[in-house]
């Protein structure tokens, strides 16, 4: 088995072009397995525990050509006090997120991503409009209002992708055995890639990412431009 780990520069849409476009692999069809395991997260010290059901597990292969769910196709990221609900939002490649205004005040979705950049454009409480994800990878979304709200929607084109749990077990189910390109994703760490041998007994892993050399780094308005205190107050 072979182990990779990718080093990431913390510029999420400059990294990820194509990260997520899916690795050949060549699985025979046969009965199917599980793949399953325990993500954990190496912090610097002193350093607060991070929430894993935002890590993203996803398995990329030539046999990944199982019908995606429903769920792939449409989802929804709700506004609340000045923050995205989820933080992170699966997708399925081609896929839409809806970004629903649930605040009493206006907000501006945007992103500058190199993968495919929007905006929304200023709406009000009750509001909703949506985004398209035409390329996979892992896009980095704000409001142009207010800084301190960050989303990342994670395209995939596989449909064997899952999130952890909240103690970092994961599971994908159903899963031809092949070779197949595990790729363990969150924002905070260096993406863990590794090629992973299935059989029909499944396989159990576990991936350590870590956190420790993650700096955060304040993120420029819609045109690129630091935030103000008197413009995110103002709506």
């Not at 994670?154 to 159903?174: C, H, K, L, M, Q």
Request: aromatic residues 8%; proline residues 5%; charged residues 20%.
């Amino acid at each position: 088995m072979r182990r990779v780990i990718v080093r990431w520069s913390g510029r999420l849409s400059l990294v990820v072009v194509g990260a997520w476009a899916g690795a050949a692999a060549h699985a025979p069809l046969g009965a199917q397995a599980s793949v399953r395991g325990q993500v954990r997260l190496i912090e610097r010290a002193g350093a607060p525990s991070a929430d894993l059901t935002d890590v993203i597990v996803a398995l990329e292969g030539e046999a990944a050509t199982a019908k995606r769910p429903t769920w792939m196709d449409r989802a929804t990221v709700g506004m609340r006090r000045r923050e995205f609900e989820p933080h992170v939002q699966l997708i399925g490649v081609g896929g839409s997120v809806a970004y629903p205004n649930q605040d009493p005040f206006s907000h501006n979705v945007f992103s500058n991503s190199a993968l495919g950049a929007f905006d929304l454009g200023l709406y009000r409480s009750g509001k909703t409009r949506s985004a398209t994800f035409n390329a996979p990878g892992v896009y980095a979304v704000y409001c142009n209002i207010h800084a301190r709200m960050v989303n990342y929607v994670v395209a995939v084109r596989t449909p064997y992708v899952t999130r952890a749990r909240a103690n970092g077990s994961f599971e994908i189910g159903d899963v031809p055995p092949g070779t197949w390109m595990l790729r363990v994703w969150h924002e905070r760490a260096a993406e863990h890639v590794e090629t992973v041998r299935v059989t029909g007994d499944g396989v159990v892993l576990t991936v350590a990412l870590d956190a420790r050399g993650y700096v955060a780094k304040a993120h420029g308005n819609k045109f690129g431009q630091p935030y103000t205190a008197t413009r995110a107050d103002r709506y």
